[in-house]
């Protein structure tokens, strides 16, 4: 049954200070406007009294969004970003509200991307799950710039189907057709949906969940977040055949382009899916998220980087507890203490460089209970990589100094591990 007076649920007053709060949660970079998040917030009343009324009215209009590009992962292209302003944030958040309550009821449980109560742990456990029942192999297709290329008119199309408030409606065309400030220059949208909008998520669930029910409909296991997916199959020759019939589906059924050149059929081992493998029936972190994490490791602990240890510890551990946070659930036991032993070994090497000087070396052996004669035998290379990997050095900078330093260890993130002996790497 197609639903009425949807737009009243928008502009309900309730609804839009929910969607503030979320907006405020959220924080961001300002839009063409350049009123913060916090300017908003000092005229909160007055400016969602404003919006409530020109929504009511329908005087509504969406300001071009502020173009940004930022670092897209694993790759060297950059990813295209719209930057709404504040005012219209909350908009999109609370139609964005009003669509979950519509929408979410009918997209499957193999959906997991932004939905409440959902999560990338959830979906590449249940990756891991579908492997363990013998789907050892899978087509990972890869939709071409999938949030620009959302063709607007299957968006409306969708939508109506749902929703019988014509209202409602041109609000979302009028979003959609908002455009894009680029270095001071307007810039039509005839297509897509500008990442960073509180909107584009849920757009893209309604596009994709069409996806879903053919995957669905054909009986294919699979596993979706966002525009990333795996579908599981038994055997290479089952992958190829609903590689070939799915991208047949998004290309002349969705208009939906698909990158070829990043599409395959594989080995579910071979295959990452938001920065994992299931390997051996285990989930582990990807080899590219892995060497991602050690060129970050890289950059923060460059021997010539001239802050403190204690400050380049502390914001070592900003990085290390966002990335375990999210990695943390990877099951191979010793990676994590395999990638710590690395990062002493990283740390270790600018300390060296830091003290500089041989003599200084010699003097902190003494310090931490070497014999005068045996420290004074000890001539440390002190700008040699390979000095690290000498026992004096690891004696002097063992776990226990680590720890004076305040570094926290990803090993302490294992569960039910032991801890390594003082001088381990």
Known sequence: MRQEKVLERVYHPGRLRAAW???????????IDNMTVAEFGQRAEELLTLIHEKLKAGTYRFKPARRALI???????????????VMDRVVGQSINLAFAEIFDPEFTNSNFGFRRGKSQHQAIRQVQGIVSEGYEWCASIDLKSFFDEIPHNLILTLIRRKIADERLVTLIARALKAGVMVEGIFEKTTKGCPQGSPLSPMLSNIVLNELDHELERRGHRYCRWADDF?????????????????????????NLPVNKDKSEVAKIKDAPFLGFQVLR??????NKARIRFKDKIRALTR??????????????????????SYFGIQEFRYLFRDLDGWIRSRLRSMQLKKWKNPRKFQRIMIKTGFKLQQAHRVWVKMNKWQSVERKEVRFVMNLKWFREQGLIFLHDFTKHTPEPSLFSR
């Open 21 to 31: 709060q979320q907006v405020q949660e959220n924080a961001g970079a300002a839009g």
């Open 71 to 85: 670092p897209k992962e694993g790759a060297s292209k950059m990813r295209k970003l719209g930057i709404p302003v």
């Open 230 to 254: 795996l579908i599981l199959l038994r055997s290479e020759r089952a992958a190829q055949r609903v590689m070939d019939g799915v991208v047949r589906y998004l290309e002349e059924e969705l």
């Open 281 to 286: 029936g285990k989930i582990r972190v990807s």
């Open 303 to 324: 021997r010539n980087n001239p802050l403190s240890m204690y400050q380049i510890t502390q914001e070592l551990n900003t990085y290390l507890r966002g990335w375990v």
